[in-house]
């Protein structure tokens, strides 16, 4: 079955950086497209940025310029370098998959940016 688990969200004060990771199970990872949302409090979930199975890459408005995703396909992993954090940053950051029309989460991993 899908799994996908997040880590390395934090604390962190407004201009700095955090990585955060997804390792993925039970897919054949290097073939799907994952992306990254987020859902902060009292908001919807959005689309952050999207990589395919062939490293093509697309980011929400608001964080182009400052965050990057890329993907370990030996590893099964899908990254998300964010960098000059802001605190409209602060959220849940959330991995997904899309298979046969069915969205898979992870648990999410909580990014919070001090202002």
């Known amino acids: 079955q899908v799994q996908l688990v997040e880590s390395g969200g934090g604390l962190v004060q407004a201009g700095g950086s955090l990585r955060l990771s997804c390792v993925a199970s039970?897919?054949?990872?290097?073939?799907?497209?994952m992306g990254w949302y987020r859902q902060a409090p009292g908001k919807q979930r959005e689309l952050v940025a999207t990589?395919?199975?062939?490293?093509?890459?697309n980011y929400a408005d608001s964080v182009k310029g400052r965050f990057a995703i890329s993907r370990d396909n030996a590893m099964n992993t899908v990254y998300l370098q964010m960098n000059s954090l802001k605190p409209e940053d602060t959220a849940i950051y959330y991995c997904?998959?899309?298979?046969?029309?069915?969205?898979?989460w992870g648990q999410g991993t909580q990014v919070t940016v001090s202002s």
């Open positions: 997904n998959v899309l298979i046969w029309g069915d969205d898979y």
């Open positions: 990589i395919t199975s062939g490293d093509n890459t």
């Open positions: 039970g897919i054949i990872f290097s073939t799907k497209r």
